[in-house]
């Protein structure tokens, strides 16, 4: 079992930034891609990034790309997505997700092994 914690979340006025965090108590085959999912009120979940363990190879959604940036320190066991020039539209429920490396690049919520708690994010307008 793999245990996903993250921190990070907030409010944040249009334009700002934030930075989430995502502390996996070990990695597995099973977690050798960390993302992350978001789900806003009334949508489903969707990806937003994710970063292969090894080799660092990511994944952007085209509605965060050249703003977020995910990001591991594999000693520490902890991938990060740093969140720029944030839009109402970014005002999630942010997910930590781990998945084995072979569906990083195309990320599914039904190849997910192990889900973080998730942490909210708020940008108002």
């Known amino acids: 079992q793999v245990r996903l914690v993250e921190s990070g979340g907030g409010s944040v006025q249009a334009g700002g930034s934030l930075r989430l965090s995502c502390s996996a108590s070990?990695?597995?085959?099973?977690?050798?891609?960390m993302g992350w999912f978001r789900q806003g009120p009334g949508t489903e979940r969707e990806a937003v990034a994710a970063i292969v363990r090894v080799g660092a190879s990511t994944y952007y959604a085209d509605s965060v790309k050249g703003r977020f940036t995910i990001s591991q320190d594999n000693a520490k066991s902890t991938v990060y997505l740093q969140m720029n020039r944030l839009k109402p539209e970014d005002t999630a429920m942010y997910y930590c997700?781990?998945?084995?490396?072979?569906?990083?690049?195309?990320?599914?919520?039904?190849?997910?092994?192990?889900w973080g708690q998730g942490t909210q994010v708020t940008v108002s307008s």
């Open positions: 997700a781990a998945s084995s490396s072979a569906s990083c690049l195309r990320p599914r919520v039904v190849d997910v092994n192990y």
């Open positions: 070990r990695y597995s085959s099973g977690s050798n891609c």
